[in-house]
């Protein structure tokens, strides 16, 4: 399922593909299935009506828009969200035309024609270049037109890497806590709520957890893995999800899900978060008249490239935890 | 044409051997006799039906990549290059290690960036391959210490441009295998070469005169284009689509200029489009030939490509045509050529 999930493109305000996909695996297990006005896709499972529980995961992944078509097959970018041009150089680029797919081919000079003054510094988006005289689609290619890197999900031992595993990874645990409810049985009303446009800041949870009047709100994302950044604790792939601590999570409701973590024996790593957490936790806690969030972080080495690497047994982990969230 | 294996087959310099077997099954029974010399070079040979000249084909089967140079304690492996691998093009890549054990080379998430180290060039020291293992107990169960590394990208072909990675040179392997599957015989004798570690120091073509004295060569290469915004247009080397580079000097060499003149007068002659490459930066085998013995008079033909020892480069398939046809039509002039 990760490697489907991965495998679907749909950049922030792009989201169908990714959502289409998402709807079918998700339906069998939802009792209610409604998309929202900000292409935001809501699965509702029922419970005893004791309270609404959401769910969040962000659907949408880093892209690209074409900004610049030039001559002689070659074009320029611009990214959508936080894309380290690093990672892009000798990539291929999936261009969505309004022809069909074209593919291009983001060039870098060979190490006998650069001068000296070009060694040593990345180019910028100013400076990169895709060529698209390699496609049989490239004279369709327009200013507007969304791109992503191209990325296949490949199998490393028992970890998996590709592309927009932050924050498909997620998506899947929803999924997969969506299925655990047909056997645990669930008292909140559990709302799956599968957002939009996270990578820019952008309004799709938000405006969900506004409309739904959730009382309380599980945000599931990524986590920076095995970085050591000093003066914090190293998260751990492999060592299951990280619960978030800090002002943007409800002490109470954190101490909730850490409780049930240890009586079920979920093993849990502990993400101390002294400010803004960088996720839609921030915003939808403030949302309405106030919203109880925690965060749950599935472990992400190497977020934000086209090789992000995870273990899918931490996804699974996470799925546990936030289906037993919901029988509390 | 044998691009698409060629070029997603691994051989970095000194590991060329999965390259040398699907070249050496393919070609066996179409020549006269074929051997692997002491460093690995193929050697193939055709007989000529005047035999008064020895002609030597070159082409290199290696390609540029990386050696596992350490197994670290948590599992992930450094890598050194092997030839020249700008860092900057190695960040988010899928690599092969020893042609089948699968891995990735990530970087610090941006997040985690100071700004100023977001534009900053990577380092090799700072860059690991990940293959899954937690462990280097894990890891070495895989791999281990002295294994080579490859980048995973496949080929395409579209629009009349291929894209793949090592065009330098399975590119020249390729038109040196067209040319073997021509049946006729020429007036010289031939003798094909798929050499070893020409990214490495022009190695593998240093022990060719002993074994073979040839009167003259020619050496196929896959060359820099930088027809691409990357460079302005007065610092262009090729062109891609303006048919085959043909070299005048390169690093370390003055073409032949016997041969050179030969080469353009048979492109003229039979109106075969080419270029001359505008630049000399860059070596060959051809200076290796002229150096070692009493020195083999060569000359220097190749197809265009961009983006040249990086995971992902591109050639304008018309090119690669039109060298096989250059090179076809050189061999049929015989004896003409170049006397």
Redesign the interface.
């Known amino acids: 399922m990760l490697k489907c999930l991965s495998g679907v493109d749909g950049p922030s305000g792009y989201e169908d593909e990714a959502l289409k996909l998402i709807e079918e695996k998700i339906k069998p297990y939802a009792d209610v299935l409604k998309t929202s006005r900000l292409n935001t896709l809501i699965a509702l499972k029922r419970g005893e009506g004791t309270k609404k529980l959401g769910i969040f995961a962000h659907v949408d992944e880093l892209g690209f828009v074409v900004a610049k078509v030039?001559e002689r097959g070659?074009i320029r970018l611009e990214p959508i969200g936080?894309?380290?041009?690093?990672?892009?150089?000798?990539?291929?680029i999936k261009i969505f035309t309004k022809q069909g797919v074209a593919?291009g081919?983001?060039?870098?000079?060979?190490?006998?024609?650069?001068k000296e003054d070009q060694?040593?510094?990345?180019?910028?988006f100013d400076?990169i270049?895709v060529?698209v005289?390699?496609?049989?689609l490239?004279e369709h290619v327009s200013v507007g037109d969304i791109c992503v890197?191209e990325g296949?999900c490949?199998?490393?031992?028992?970890?998996v890497?590709g592309k927009a595993l932050d924050n498909r990874a997620s998506c899947a645990a929803l999924i997969l806590a969506a299925q655990n409810l047909q056997a645990i049985k669930n008292r909140a009303d559990v709302y799956f709520i599968f957002s939009s446009q996270e990578e820019i800041a952008g309004p799709g949870a938000v405006s969900v957890a506004y409309e739904l009047g959730l009382d309380e709100a599980i945000v599931v994302d990524v986590t920076?893995a095995?970085?050591k950044?000093p003066q914090f604790p190293q998260i751990k792939?492999?060592e299951g999800p990280a619960l978030a601590v800090g002002p943007v999570i409800n002490r109470e409701f954190y101490k909730a899900l850490s409780d049930v973590a240890k009586r079920n024996g979920v093993k849990i790593q502990l993400e101390p978060t002294p400010g803004r957490s960088?996720t839609d936790t921030d915003e939808v806690q403030i949302t309405g008249s106030g919203i109880k969030t925690a965060l749950v972080s599935i472990p992400l080495?190497?977020?934000?490239?086209?090789?992000?690497?995870a273990d899918p047994r931490d996804i699974e982990e996470t799925a546990r935890l936030i289906a037993l969230a919901s029988t509390m | 044409m044998y691009l698409k294996e060629l070029t997603e087959l691994d051989g970095v310099s000194g590991d060329e051997g999965r390259v040398r077997d699907f070249i050496k099954e393919k070609i066996e029974s179409k020549v006269d006799g074929v051997k692997v010399d002491v460093l690995g070079n193929l050697i193939a040979f055709k007989k000529g039906t005047k035999s008064n000249r020895k002609f030597l084909l070159a082409a290199h089967m290696d390609e540029v990549g990386f050696m596992v140079t350490n197994v670290e304690d948590?599992g992930t492996l450094s890598f050194a290059p092997v030839g020249?691998v700008?860092p900057?093009?190695v960040?988010?890549?899928?690599v092969r290690i020893k042609g089948e054990v699968?891995?990735?080379?990530?970087?610090?998430?941006?997040?985690?960036?100071k700004r100023n180290e977001?534009?900053?060039?990577?380092k090799y020291e700072n860059l690991r391959i990940?293959?899954?293992?937690?462990s280097k107990d894990?890891a070495t169960q895989?791999v281990e210490i002295g294994d080579y590394v490859s980048f995973a990208t496949d080929f395409?072909c579209?629009?009349s441009?291929?894209?793949g990675k090592a065009f330098d040179d399975r590119a020249g392997c390729a038109v040196l295998m067209e040319i073997i599957e021509r049946s006729e015989r020429f007036e010289d004798d031939i003798y094909f070469a798929f050499l070893v570690q020409e990214e490495t120091g022009l190695r593998g073509s240093a022990v060719l005169f002993e074994q073979l004295q040839p009167n003259l060569a020619l050496v196929i290469e896959g060359t820099?284009a930088?027809d691409?915004?990357?460079?302005p247009e007065h610092?262009w080397?090729t062109h891609?689509g303006d048919g085959p580079a043909i070299t005048f000097m390169h690093r370390g060499y003055v073409v032949n200029k016997k041969i050179y003149e030969s080469i353009l007068q048979v492109a003229q002659k039979y109106d075969i489009k080419h270029q001359p490459k505008r630049?000399t930066?860059?070596g060959t085998d051809a200076a290796r030939l002229a150096k070692t013995g009493g020195g083999v008079p060569a000359g220097v033909i190749s197809v265009p490509a961009?983006?040249?020892?990086?995971?992902?480069s591109?050639i304008d398939v018309d090119d690669f045509k039109n060298t096989v046809s250059l090179v076809g039509k050189i061999l049929e002039e015989g004896e003409g050529f170049a006397r």
């Open positions: 030039e070659f936080g894309v380290d041009p690093k990672v892009v150089l000798s990539q291929r593919s081919v983001v060039g870098f000079l060979p190490p006998h024609l650069q060694r040593g510094k990345v180019p910028s400076d270049f060529d005289s390699c496609s049989s490239g890197i296949e490949a199998e490393l031992g028992s970890k890497s920076h095995n970085e950044v792939i492999s960088g080495m190497y977020m934000h490239t086209p090789v992000e690497v | 948590d020249g700008d900057r093009v960040v988010g890549k899928h699968p891995g990735v080379i990530g970087y610090k998430a941006i997040h985690l960036q977001i534009l900053e060039s990577p990940n293959i899954g293992a937690s894990e895989k395409r579209e629009n441009r291929a894209t820099t930088g691409d915004p990357g460079l610092q080397a891609l630049r930066a860059g961009r983006y040249i020892h990086s995971p992902l591109v």
